[in-house]
């Protein structure tokens, strides 16, 4: 396989775009191909048969794109359609999931919270994961609305401070000292979480692990690109306003109906 070839990434949206980064800091010289989906987003509220169909929408976009890899930077597209993407295509698959296990191994109170998509929540995958952890409380909470507000572009917005505070104040109250990110959209909403937080409230998200993960598979498998830093490349099926915004406007963003 061309190690030069490059890696495709695919959200529901802008969100995955927390994972891109981490994964282009580590890996600069790694071509990305990045897909939003933000058409359908979210895809939270969507079945488990949506889910997949889109997710394969996304990778057959990616494959006809020359990657050599697919990240799954959504949450719910990987609790719900990771097996049948990995069974149907012979290309490798990095998923994203809420790290539950950092949060409960080092949980002094082993009371922690998780904030993510109603599909994240309701996933065979996730519910396996939580079961292996018995001995801590999980706080679930589905953050209604707040995708489709980071989506918007309405990430600063009085309506998103008045859902984070209904979201978060009873974890708080229940005593959590880790709060679990399990949507790729939600990194950028540490800002405001920090000010509703006490200090000594730990948030983890999956995406420096990600990148790690990612890294690990190309030198496994397929071998890291001996290619110069190039340009990474956006994709959108939406307004490119927000994507664009969001990327600081360092990057150009492509509008294309898929």
């Excluded at 983890?204 to 990148?211: K, L, P, Q, R």
Aim: charged share 25%; with cysteine; glycine share 6%.
């Amino acid at each position: 396989m061309d190690n030069n070839k490059p890696i495709g990434i695919f959200d529901s949206g802008i969100g995955g775009t927390s994972i891109w980064r981490a994964i282009h800091d580590l890996l600069p010289n790694e071509k990305t191909i990045y897909l939003a989906d933000s058409k359908n987003a979210p895809y939270g509220q969507k079945s488990k048969d949506e889910i997949v169909a889109l997710s394969m929408k996304n990778t057959d976009f990616l494959l006809k794109m020359n990657c050599k890899l697919i990240v799954v930077a959504c949450n719910t597209a990987t609790t719900n359609a990771i097996r049948e993407l990995r069974e149907k295509y012979d290309v490798p698959f990095i998923g994203i999931e809420p790290a539950i296990k950092p949060a409960a191994t080092h949980s002094k109170t082993q009371i922690i919270g998780i904030l993510a998509t109603q599909g994240t929540l309701n996933s065979e995958l996730f519910n396996k994961t939580t079961e292996m952890y018995q001995d801590t409380k999980i706080i679930e909470q589905v953050g209604h609305g707040l995708v489709q507000l980071i989506e918007n572009g309405d990430i600063n917005s009085p309506e998103m401070t008045k859902l984070l505070h209904s979201y978060l104040t009873p974890m708080i109250e229940a005593n959590i000292d880790y709060l679990v990110l399990g949507c790729s959209h939600y990194p950028y909403l540490i800002p405001q979480i920090k000010k509703i937080l006490p200090e000594h409230i730990h948030i983890i998200d999956s995406g420096e692990a990600v990148a790690k993960q990612t890294q690990k598979i190309l030198k496994e498998k397929i071998g890291i690109s001996s290619a110069e830093k190039s340009e990474p490349i956006f994709y959108t099926n939406s307004n490119s306003k927000v994507l664009t915004e969001i990327l600081e406007k360092k990057y150009a963003v492509e509008e294309i109906d898929f």
